[in-house]
T-cell receptor, first 110, second 115 residues
Framework: SQELEQSPQSLIVQEGKNLTINCTSS?????LYWYKQKYGEGLIFLMMLQKGGEEKSHEKITAKLDEKKQQSSLHITASQPSHAGIYLC??????????FGAGTTVTVRA | GAVVSQHPSRVICKSGTSVKIECRSLDFQATTMFWYRQFPKQSLMLMAT?????????EQGVEKDKFLINHASLTLSTLTVTSAHPEDSSFYIC???????????FGSGTRLTVV
């Protein structure tokens, strides 16, 4: 089965500072998804990466997929309170089932 | 677009009763839906894959008779927790693939509390 390890498990960042979350797979990543979740709520889609070396950005969030390292990173620039939440990386199993990492809890302090 | 509506958002039931959770795709047809369970401060655990018109595929360790899944139409999948017990209390989320292979969309989740 796909094993996804996220790091760090949690982080606290001062508002305006940058942060990076990593997601490492035990198997080759053919597709990687990033979601954000508020505790007790549904998942909000952030990015989908499918090709090695692919990089996508939306507003202040950038995600990269490095297939050689079987790793993806999510970078938030100039963090804001709205960036607080749980960030989950997910990868497809057998091409259609999503398996998730344990999540990274982000706290942004004013 | 590609919205999945999940109901109810919260439900409290007594031990021994059954609870049905619905997941509807509002603006697309979902031939495949997925049901996840999430414990506090943990990640999502895939329970089963719901296929329209056929039997659901359950992940290892998930009781088929406890968690009944029905996918009778291209826009509706239901999860019924039968003979619920306090240990079934959890957060349940459904998901659907967005055709054609543009990712996955998730419902808003259902908080089930069994008392």
């Amino acid at each position: 089965s796909q094993e996804l390890e996220q790091s760090p498990q949690s982080l606290i960042v001062q508002e305006g500072k940058n942060l990076t979350i990593n997601c490492t797979s035990s198997k080759t990543l053919y597709g990687l998804y990033w979601y954000k979740q508020k505790y007790g709520e549904g998942l909000i889609f952030l990015m989908m990466l499918q090709k090695g070396g692919e990089e996508k950005s939306h507003e202040k969030i950038t995600a990269k997929l490095d297939e050689k390292k079987q790793q993806s990173s999510l970078h938030i620039t100039a963090s804001q309170p709205s960036h607080a939440g749980i960030y989950l990386c997910g990868a497809g199993i057998n091409d259609y089932k999503l398996s998730f990492g344990a999540g990274t809890t982000v706290t942004v302090r004013a | 677009g590609a919205v999945v509506s999940q109901h109810p958002s919260r439900v409290i039931c007594k031990s021994g009763t059954s609870v049905k959770i619905e997941c509807r795709s509002l603006d697309f047809q979902a031939t495949t839906m997925f049901w996840y369970r999430q414990f506090p401060k943990q990640s999502l655990m895939l329970m089963a894959t719901s296929n329209e018109g056929s039997k659901a595929t359950y992940e290892q360790g998930v009781e088929k008779d406890k968690f009944l899944i029905n996918h009778a139409s291209l826009t509706l999948s239901t999860l019924t927790v039968t003979s619920a017990h306090p240990e079934d209390s959890s957060f349940y989320i459904c998901s659907a693939r967005i055709p054609p292979n543009y990712g996955y969309t998730f419902g808003s989740g259902t908080r089930l509390t069994v008392v």
